[in-house]
C-alpha cells in the first residue's frame, strides 16, 4: 500500500477507476429521501449445517466465505468518487473496506413468524444505504420459527439491477450441497483512487472521443443523408412512444399518491411455476402474461374494496426488460422498459389473460424498447441528466401506475456453504408517486412475489397476497374448463374420425 | 376529524402548532449526513414479568403501555412543519401517528452476548429519524444471554435534551416493582395542523411583539445608558470566553480528523458512585470533577499508546450544562454550554483531579454560561442563523476535542412494567469533526458511560472501557493513600492531645 501511495505521486501508477454508465448513474441522480433506488432480496434457507449447537446461525464462516467470494465481484470493494466540477461518479476501490461492515448478523424476536420477517424486510428496506462505502448490506437473519434463517440483501441500483444481481448470487450459492472448503481470502491491496486532476485529465479524454464519434456520425449522414434521417425519425417516434404514452397520464389511484414517505412495509406470496405453465399453455401468452394478468386480478379486487371504479381505469404497467445480450455479462443496468395497460376492468380471468397476451404484444411491436435503449445512448453523449429527467418525468406526469418486475432465475435448488435455499423474495424500488412495487422472481419451480409498499399508504398490504393466490386460481381454474373443453372437442374429432373410419 | 376539518374551513378553529426555538431548531439546522443530532439511551432491565413463555419479550402490553402513557408527553405525537418563506420549523399533531412504527421490536442473535448489543445499539444510532413523524423510536431488544432485555432509545436533540430526557423516563418508569394496571389509551384526535396562511399571520405577531421588545430595550438604554451599556458589555465578552476561546484551536488529536462518517461504534463502562464520592471527598472536586479527571486519565493512556505527545496536549472538552431552573420544566433545550482544558499531560492521578477542579472552577467564574445564554437569547431575535453558525464555527475551528456530558439521573431503583431497570447507558451525538463523544449517566448507585464513537475511524473503541476503569481505580488508590495520610495526621494529632492533656 505504502509502495502504492508512493508510486502514485511520482506518477508510475495508473489510477484505476470505471466509469457509472449514464443508466447506472440516473440511479443515483434520482434517489430522494423517501424513494430509495437499493434493489433488495429475502432469501430464506434451510438451517442446515450453519446452525449452531445453541440453535443460532454461525456467522464467522458466512462472513469467512462472503470475504472470499467477493474478489469474484469486485463492485463489491469499490465506492463512488465523484470527477471534480462536472460531479460524475466514477468507482474506485475502497481504501477502508471492513466486511463486519456489509455482513450484519441479527435475530427476529419470538416467536419468530413469517410477519416478523417481513416488518424486518421492511425496515431493512427503509434505509439508505451508505454512499461513502460499497453499496451494499448483507443481513443474516436467525430466530426464524422453524428452524430455518434468512439473508436479507441490499444492493444500489446503480451497481446492478435485478438480471445482473443473478451473478452476485451465483458467486455465493452452488448447485449441490456439499459444503465447499473456505479459501483464505487472498490478500487485497486497493488499487490507487484517481486523484483531482487524473479525474480531470481522464474525463477530457473521455470528451475527445465523444466529439470524433459525432463527427463520424455526421460523415455517416453525408454519405447517406436518407438513411441517417430514417434512422433518426425511428428512434425519435419511439422515445415519444415510449415516454409520450404518459402524455395522456394513467388513472389516479390509491396506489399513485402525489408523494410516498420513505418508510416501507413487505409482504410475499409464491406461486407454482408448472401451474403458471399450465395455464399459459391452455389459454395462450407467455410465463410473463400469466403473471401480469394475476397482478391485473389481485388489484381488481384490491381496488374495488376500496370503492375505485375498475371499470374505466386506464391502469398501466411498467416492466423493466432485460436488454442484456449473451456477449454482455457486466456488472451495471443493462436494461429496457415495457409500458403496458393493465386490463383491470376485465371481470373473466380468461379474458384477462387475453388482453393482456394481446396488450403486451402490442407494446412488443411498437418498439418501445429500442426507444428507450436510445434514451440511454443520447444520455451518454448528453450526460445524465435527461435519463433521470425522463425517469422523472415519466413518474410525476404519472405515465403508469405500477412497476412490475420479472426475473427468471435458476430452475435448479442453490445451496449456500450446504444450507438449501428455499425462497428467495425480491424487493423492487418505489418511486416518487409509487405507493407499491410488484417484484417477481422465478426459482425452482416457484414464482416469488416481493410486495414493496409505502408503510403509510397500504396499512392493509396484508391482503394482497391473498388476493394474488385468488386472482392465479381463477386463472387455473379457466384453465381445466378450457383444457376439458379442448378434450371433449378433440374427443368428438376422435369419435367423428372414428365414425368416419367406420364409413369406409 | 371530520368535524375539526370542516370547523378549520371555516375559521372556527384556531390552528394548533408550537414554535421551535432557536436553539431547539438549530440542532435540526446543524444535522449533516454523518452527524446525526439524536441522543439515545440503551437500557437494560430485569426480564421480570415481561418474559413470555418461550422466552421472549411479551411486547403487546409494553406497546400498549407506552401508548397510554404517551398523553403525558404531548411532543411525542407531534411532528415537524415549516413556516413557508421563512422556513422556521413549528410543531403540529401527527395526523398518521401509528405507535407500531415508533416501538419496535427487535432481537439479538445468539449468543446473545453484550458486544453484540453493543453492535446493535451502533447500528440504531447509525440512522437519522425521520423528520415526517414524530422524531423518536424506541426498539425492544429480546435474546440477551442473561434473559434479560435492553430499550433502546431515540429521540431527537431538537426535542429533548438529557435533562428532560429525564422526564420521558418517568413516564415509563415508576419507583415500585408493582405492575401498574395499563390504562385504556384516551382516544385521540389530532388537532388541526395550521395552514399556510395561519402560520404566515402567527409569524408576523410573533414578529410584531420582537419589534416591541427591541423597543423596550431601547427605552431602557434612554433611562439608564450607562448600565445597559455595562450589561451588554459583559455579555459580549462572556460569549467572545466561550465561543473565542476556540480561536486558538485546540490541539489536532486522532479523536478529531477533519470529517467522521455517518455509521457509529458504541461500548460502555460503568463506575460505582459511591466510590466516586469517596474520591470526592478523599482529594476534592465534585461529582463531575471525579468525572472528568477519570476522562482524562483513560484518554491520556489511550493516546499516548497511539503516539501522541500528551505532554504538550492542550485537550479541551466541552460540557452541556442544564440551564433550567426550579420552575422550568418543559421540554426542549434549555441547555447552555461550559468549556474546559483537560489535564492529559498530567502522570498522577491525584493531582490530575486537582487541576480539572481548578480548570473547572475557572470555567464556573468566568461566567460562560451566561454567555451562552446570551447567544441564545441574541439567536431568538436573528433567527438560528447565528446559533447554528456558532454551533458549526466552534467545531470547524477545533475549539474542543470533546464533548463530555454529565446528567443526574435518579437515584433509586425504577421499574418498567414490574421489570428492574439495571443499567442505563447514555448515547452522545457526535458532531463534524469528533469522532468520540462520552455521556455519563448516574442511575442508583452507578455512574453508566456510553462511549459513543466513528465506526472507522475507532476502530479499536473497545480498549476505552477498560481504560475508565483503570484511570478510576488510580483515583481511588490516590483517595486511600489520602485517607491514610489524614487519618495518621488525625492519629497524630489526637496523640499529641492526649499527650498536652497528659501535660496538664
Known sequence: MAFFREAEKEGLVDAHYERLSALDAAFLEIETPSSHMHVGMALLFEAGPLTRNDGGLDIAPVRRFVASRIERVPRYR??????????????????????????????LPRPGSEEQLKQLVGQICSQKLDRHRPLWEMWFVEGLADGRFALVGKVHHCMMDGASGVDMMAALLRFDAEVPEIAEPEPWSPRPAPNRSELLSGELRRQSGRARSVFERFMQMRDDPQRALDSLKDAASNVLSTIGSGVVPASPTPLNPSQIGGYRRFDYAELPLPEAKRIKRALGGTVNDVVLATVAGALRSYLHDKHVDVASLDFRVLMPVNARNGRDTGLGNRVS????????????????????????????????????????????????????????????????????????????????????????????????????????????????????????????????????EQAFAELGRAATATEAATDAATDAETEAETEADRRF
Open 337 to 468: 422498459v415495457m409500458l403496458s395497460r393493465l386490463p383491470l376492468e376485465e371481470a373473466d380471468a380468461a379474458r384477462r389473460l387475453t388482453k393482456v397476451t394481446e396488450l403486451t404484444g402490442e407494446a412488443k411491436r411498437s418498439g418501445q424498447h429500442q426507444g428507450a435503449e436510445l434514451v440511454e445512448e443520447l444520455s451518454d453523449l448528453t450526460g445524465t441528466v435527461l435519463i433521470s429527467q425522463s425517469m422523472r418525468l415519466a413518474t410525476r406526469i404519472r405515465s403508469y401506475n405500477l412497476v412490475v418486475t420479472n426475473v427468471p432465475g435458476p430452475p435448479m435448488p442453490l445451496y449456500l456453504l450446504g444450507a438449501k435455499l428455499e425462497a428467495t423474495y425480491p424487493v423492487v424500488p418505489l418511486y416518487l408517486n409509487q405507493a407499491l412495487g410488484v417484484a417477481v422472481f422465478s426459482y425452482a419451480d416457484k414464482l416469488f412475489i416481493g410486495l414493496n409498499a409505502d408503510f403509510d399508504r397500504l396499512e392493509d398490504l396484508e391482503l394482497l397476497p391473498g388476493l394474488f
Open 78 to 107: 469499490q465506492r463512488l468518487q465523484l470527477v471534480p466540477l462536472q460531479k460524475h461518479p466514477v468507482w474506485v476501490d475502497d481504501e477502508g473496506f471492513n466486511i463486519n461492515y456489509h455482513v450484519r448478523h441479527t435475530a
